[in-house]
Each structure stands twice: as C-alpha cells, then as structure tokens.
T-cell receptor
Framework: QKEVEQNSGPLSVPEGAIASLNCTYSDRVSQSFFWYRQYSGKSPELIMS????GDKEDGRFTAQLNKASQYVSLLIRDSQPSDSATYLC???????????????FGTGTRLTIIP | DVKVTQSSRYLVKRTGEKVFLECVQD?????MFWYRQDPGLGLRLIYF???????EKGDIPEGYSVSREKKERFSLILESASTNQTSMYLC???????????FGDGTRLSIL
C-alpha cells in the first residue's frame, strides 16, 4: 500500500462546478496535511494546510480532514479554467531512522476544467 | 513570502560530467530538501538536511551527493552525470517538521 494515495485522473469538471479531489494516507500518526497545485512545467505551490479534523476554507478552496478514516480532500468551488493543474496531496510522517518528520507526497491528480 | 532560488531553470550537460545544482533560501529555515520529479513517478526525495553540514539520504541517493556549508545554501551534485538523471530537480525548504515545504522554481536538467 502506498503511503499517500491519490486518483491520478484526469478529472474533468465543467467550469463553475465543484471539483472534488481525494487523498488517503496510511500513517495513523500523521498530523499535518497539505495541498499543492502544480501547473505543467512549474514547481508545486502550496494552496492549503490543515491540521485538525473538519473543514478549512480559504476563498474558493475547502480542505476536509478525517483522521479516523485517514483521508483528506480538497474542494474547489466555482471552478475556473485557471484551476486546471495537477494537485498534490502531502502528509507528514516520521523518518524511520531519525525521528524527524518528513512530507510524503502523493503522485497527484490531474484536473481539467472544461469551459 | 518564502523565497527559494534555484540557480538554473534549464541545464544541458553531457554524460560523465560533474553537475552542480544550487539552491538558496532567504527565510532562515532549518530544513532543506532535494527532489526529482519524473512523469508518473511523482516527487522522489534524493537528500535532505536538517542543519548546516548535516546531510541525510532520501529514497534515491545513488549517483548524487549534497553539500550544506551555510544555512541558506544547499547544493546537489551529480558526481558523474548519466542519461537516467535527466529530470526536473526541485529544491524545497521547511521551517520545521510539521510545516509545509516551499519549493523553488525547479531546474530541468537534460543529460545528453
């Protein structure tokens, strides 16, 4: 089982609709969860951080965390063509040999917003 | 805002060359990371550093080394470049372990 799993997509959503991106993780002790957006040929850009169960909203973006079920999701309301990108889920966890925390990234979900 | 600067956006080198990729951050972050990203494989951690002169292997360290002589600078070295090291290389910094990582613009490296 991968440590962080995402549906690779592509996920196609009509402009103005809600895009829903999901991520599951395997490490029960994980405490920090992040969503990154990556445009083609560019580097990942942080768009959301979430640390507690429940919802966190920032503009058109809402992150949802459920630690009991070990999943985190990202909702994008009123989707725009500029939201077309790959979205990476990242989860912190322990480095086996050092006790320091590292981020583990999913392979990303490619989202296309259809005008 | 966090500023992470990678020395080159595009780089072309030949097999067998020694290649240096530089990364500089301006936020006094302790932690720095080097990843490579390939289609279908996602981000893979090469090396990381939690302090000056400290370095630790990530998931795919073979063929690479790193140097961190100053807190703000973390260098990735390809000892003898090979074609399978053609990739996008990303540097990231992090304030502490429970915080997000912040990425530079990346270096697209081609080894011919």
């Amino acid at each position: 089982q991968k440590e962080v799993e995402q549906n690779s997509g592509p996920l196609s959503v009509p402009e103005g609709a809600i895009a829903s991106l999901n991520c599951t993780y395997s490490d029960r002790v994980s405490q920090s969860f992040f969503w990154y957006r990556q445009y083609s040929g560019k580097s990942p850009e942080l768009i959301m951080s979430i640390y507690s169960n429940g919802d966190k909203e920032d503009g058109r973006f809402t992150a949802q965390l459920n630690k009991a079920s070990q999943y985190v999701s990202l909702l994008i309301r009123d989707s725009q063509p500029s939201d077309s990108a790959t979205y990476l889920c990242a989860v912190n966890g322990r480095l086996a040999n050092f006790g320091n925390e590292k981020l583990t990234f999913g392979t990303g979900t490619r989202l296309t917003i259809i005008p | 805002d966090v500023k992470v600067t990678q020395s080159s956006r595009y780089l072309v080198k030949r097999t067998g060359e020694k290649v240096f990729l530089e990364c500089v951050q301006d936020m006094d972050h302790e932690n720095m990371f080097w990843y490579r990203q390939d289609p279908g494989l996602g981000l893979r951690l090469i090396y990381f550093s939690y302090d000056v002169k400290m370095k630790e292997k990530g998931d795919i360290p073979e063929g690479y080394s790193v140097s961190r002589e100053k807190k703000e600078r973390f260098s990735l070295i390809l000892e003898s470049a090979s074609t399978n090291q053609t990739s996008m290389y990303l540097c990231a910094t992090q304030d502490r372990g429970d915080q997000p990582q912040h990425f530079g613009d990346g270096t697209r490296l081609s080894i011919l």
